[in-house]
């Protein structure tokens, strides 16, 4: 197995190799996930095999994650530049695009060619949308990087979902104002995941629009300009979702509408767990303090890190968003989820028990100590929070509107 070699300040050598190098490849196969349902079902007739996959992401998943459990390992930091540049790593992200193409494909095909009842399209549908989350998360990995090739790559991904203002919003506006107030996929604390999808995926687009105009009036350019980001991912998923309508006949539209739909709800869902209630503040220049790991909850659960290119090491990925996934760092008393994402998701679908967990979790986190002063408090949620975790005295949070939100 491949190792690294790299030298400690006293002069010492240090080897690393990284154990789970092969593992990754299931980031690769995850998307292909369709296609078992698929085959189970022209094999034997059965439509409750569309129920699945369901079953398996949101049941077992959480399972496998917590019989594997944590790891806590870590690459040296002296072999980190040599761990980045290994461009194995880099073809596991570009290898995957097609598949989520081929996932697209195949899902949309047997849906509108099969004789299947309304309730098994819906199903077969949403699933290919959760599947399509999978490839904003890929769009996430790739469109860090100061790589052409991988930001035109994430444009491309992005538009299998119709998601194609992700990148601009997720590095200029949420790296930007991530746990404070100001973010649109940042969730507070008291804030259940049905009322921040409200809030984010309008927020996002608008957030992200603004943005792109900005950056092209700078230059001169009016908005609506070929050199529109927003708009080039946006075309792909226009050609693309007319071609298929050509092809496939109108049954395409109510699945891509059901698709792109849930597509979105797999990012809202990562985006809720990810900050929830966590907080910067400003110092007394006014300015945000820097983004540290403890801004961001952290997960090291195997199962769901190894099929999502290692997203749930966000904490580090905030801290450091042009390190590539399979050198990402756990750090000691970070905000930890008790289980991995697929877990987590599940828990935030049940608001009342969400609050339960997590805002326990939240509170006891050692800077934030119990005092809300330190949370970032929905302000529908803020007198109820009050009452039950308040201490003597609390300030009002502040609110402020970022350019076209």
Not at 93 to 100: D, S
Not at 173 to 200: C, L, W
């Amino acid at each position: 197995m491949k190792g690294y070699t790299g030298v400690l300040a006293d002069g010492q050598a240090i080897h690393y190799v990284d154990k789970k190098r092969w593992l990754w490849i299931l980031s690769v196969l995850y998307p292909l996930q369709p296609f078992v349902v698929i085959g189970l079902h022209a094999s034997s007739g059965v439509e409750a095999w569309f129920v699945a996959p369901f079953v398996f992401n949101y049941v077992l998943a959480p399972i496998i994650d917590w019989l594997l459990g944590a790891d806590s390992n870590n690459p040296p930091e002296e072999v980190v530049m040599q761990l980045d540049q290994d461009h194995y790593y880099r073809q596991l992200t570009y290898a995957v695009i097609p598949l989520h193409f081929v996932s697209l494909i195949g899902s949309i095909w047997y849906a509108t060619t099969q004789p299947l009842s309304w309730w098994a399209f819906i199903l077969l549908a949403a699933f290919a949308g959760l599947i399509a989350g999978l490839a904003i998360n890929t769009a996430h990995e790739l469109g860090h990087k100061n790589s052409k090739t991988e930001k035109q790559l994430a444009k491309i991904a992005l538009s299998i979902p119709a998601y194609g203002h992700f990148t601009i919003e997720h590095n200029r506006g949420h790296h930007k104002y991530v746990s404070t107030a100001n973010d649109p996929a940042s969730s507070r604390m008291g804030e259940s995941i049905y009322q921040f999808a409200m809030r984010e995926i309008p927020g996002a687009l608008l957030g992200a629009w603004a943005l792109e105009k900005e950056r092209l009036n700078h230059r001169g350019k009016s908005v609506w300009n070929v050199n529109n980001q927003i708009l080039q991912s946006y075309a792909l998923s226009a050609v693309m979702s007319l071609t298929f309508l050509l092809i496939l006949g109108w049954k395409v539209l109510p699945f891509l509408l059901i698709h792109n739909l849930f597509g979105y709800w797999q990012l809202t869902s990562a985006n809720y767990v990810e900050h929830y209630g966590l907080l910067r503040k400003k110092g007394e220049d006014g300015k945000l303090e820097r983004c540290e790991p403890h801004h961001s909850w952290n997960s090291n659960h195997i199962f769901s890190n190894l099929v999502l290119f290692h997203l749930e090491r966000h904490s580090d990925h905030h801290a450091h968003p042009l390190r590539r996934y399979q050198s990402l760092r756990h750090f000691a008393d970070l905000p930890q989820l008790p289980n991995g994402y697929f877990g987590m998701y599940v828990l935030a679908y049940l608001p009342w028990l969400w609050f339960r967990i997590m805002d326990k979790r939240l509170m006891e986190l050692p800077h934030v100590d119990g005092d809300l002063d330190n949370v970032n408090i929905d302000p529908a949620a803020h007198s109820s929070i009050f009452l039950k975790w308040g201490r003597d005295k609390m300030s009002e949070p502040t609110y402020t509107n970022l350019p076209g939100l």
